[in-house]
């Protein structure tokens, strides 16, 4: 049995990917102080990068497991991924809140 699974989505990771891509363009013209917020932004960038990919690997793994075992140890298996997954989703919903703020206000400082 083959099964397909889709990259997960996190709301507002596609804005926030536009955001910075746009400041990441106009960073080298900013100040000191700008360049420095953008290096703690891109540490939680790449933070939500690894949130993202464990979302797809946590899929991954538990339709795999899935494919592995009776459908009652799965149903007990099952529930415990779904929370992890959860755990993960939310933290990755932290991150996105956390840089569409950060985005927008470096690009309010930003001379442009």
């Known amino acids: 049995m083959s099964v397909q699974t889709e990259t997960p989505k996190v709301e507002g990771v596609d804005l926030l ?10 960073i080298h013209l900013g100040t000191t102080e700008a ?3 953008w290096e703690v932004l891109e540490q939680k960038w790449l933070g939500l990068e690894g ?3 464990d979302l797809g690997n946590a899929s991954t793994t538990a ?3 899935f494919e592995k075992k009776s ?3 799965f149903h007990n298996l099952g529930a415990a991924s779904k929370m992890t ?3 993960v989703e939310a933290a ?3 991150l996105v809140g956390e840089l569409l ?12």
């Open 17 to 26: 990917e536009q955001l910075r891509d746009e400041l990441k363009l106009q």
């Open 35 to 37: 360049r420095a917020e």
């Open 51 to 53: 949130k993202l990919q």
């Open 63 to 65: 339709v795999r497991d």
């Open 71 to 73: 459908a009652t140890t």
């Open 85 to 87: 997954l959860k755990e």
């Open 92 to 94: 990755a919903e932290l």
């Open 101 to 112: 703020v950060g985005y927008k206000r470096l690009r309010k400082a930003l001379p442009f």
